[in-house]
Nanobody
Framework: QVQLVESGGGLVQPGGSLRLSCAASGSIFSINTLGWYRQAPGKERELVAL???????NYADSVKGRFTISRDNAKNTVYLQMNSLKPEDTAVYYC??????????WGQGTQVTVSS
């Protein structure tokens, strides 16, 4: 079992920045890929960014050049630095991990609202 707890969401003006954090606990030795997803009202959950155990990253086209995913294995934490935020980035952001056995785990989500 892996537990994921997100933090760092909130209200920010367009053009602003936020950094999300996700702390993992439990069977952390089994974690391979860590990722961030988001779900806006009335829309399906979508991938934002992924980072593998080898630190290879992948981003949705809509956030490339604005968002950066990183992981600190010593702290069992994954981060999402979000810059140049737009109103369309408003969503609940979920942390996700995939283990070596292929199991998926999700955090409870953190709200990000971009509005003036």
């Amino acid at each position: 079992q892996v537990q994921l707890v997100e933090s760092g969401g909130g209200l920010v003006q367009p053009g602003g920045s936020l950094r999300l954090s996700c702390a993992a606990s439990g069977s952390i030795f089994s974690i391979n890929t860590l990722g961030w997803y988001r779900q806006a009202p009335g829309k399906e959950r979508e991938l934002v960014a992924l980072i593998t155990s080898g630190f290879k990253t992948n981003y949705a086209d809509s956030v490339k050049g604005r968002f950066t995913i990183s992981r600190d294995n010593a702290k069992n934490t994954v981060y999402l630095q979000m810059n140049s935020l737009k109103p369309e980035d408003t969503a609940v952001y979920y942390c996700n991990c995939k283990t070596s056995l292929g199991r998926l785990y999700w955090g409870q989500g953190t709200q990000v609202t971009v509005s003036s």
